[in-house]
Structures are given as structure tokens and as C-alpha cells.
């Protein structure tokens, strides 16, 4: 789905905010360091997830110890290209793989 940059924007930032905003009200040992448009969060285990905006694409994308994922907006949800995935669930899974710790991201 196309959008124009104004509501792309206003949707990734909002993602990139529910994620930092998760990691502060939970007792986790997870952290994270943004830089503008990039959530780097760290797992206890020293391993990284990384969370960038995709601007040129209107799409959002996850690098994990495992596998990298593009996401796109279908006009309700971020969901991956290749596998249909939630970001939200992507992002939970893949905390507790790396870092052991449960967290709902959504």
C-alpha cells in the first residue's frame, strides 16, 4: 500500500516510540540507544535488534541474530514482506530468543 512521507512518518515514529516506551516501563534488562531513526536495542546476551526506518520504501526494518525483515503498512498493520509476520510479534519473539526476557512490544 502506498502512503504519502507525511503518514509514513507519522506511523513509523509512532512504532519507534511504542517500542523505546515498552522497553522504559518494563523491569527488563533489555536495553536501548536511538539515534534518529534507528532503535538499536541490546539484549542481555550482548546480541542486537535493530529497528530502522526505511523512508525511500515506506517501510520499516528489523535486523535479529536470525534473519533481517522488511516491513510494510497494509493499512492496519506492519507485517512482513516475505513471511505476513507482525512486527509487534517478531519483535517479542525475538527478544525472548536472544535475550531470554518476555516483553509485549503492542
Excluded at 39 to 47: I, K, P, T, W
Amino acid at each position: 500500500m502506498s502512503m504519502d512521507s507525511s503518514r509514513y512518518h507519522q506511523l513509523a515514529d509512532a512504532i519507534l516510540t511504542q517500542i523505546t516506551e515498552r522497553i522504559d516501563d518494563g523491569e527488563l534488562e533489555l536495553d536501548y540507544e536511538q539515534a534518529g531513526n534507528v532503535v538499536d536495542l541490546e539484549c542481555v546476551d550482548g546480541s542486537h535488534i535493530v529497528v530502522n526506518k526505511q523512508e525511500a520504501l515506506s517501510e520499516i526494518w528489523v535486523a535479529t541474530k536470525q534473519n533481517g525483515h522488511h516491513f510494510g503498512f497494509d493499512g492496519e498493520r506492519w507485517f512482513d514482506k516475505r513471511n505476513g509476520v507482525e512486527l509487534y510479534a517478531l519483535l517479542n519473539e525475538a527478544v525472548q530468543q536472544q535475550g531470554g526476557e518476555i516483553i509485549d512490544f503492542s
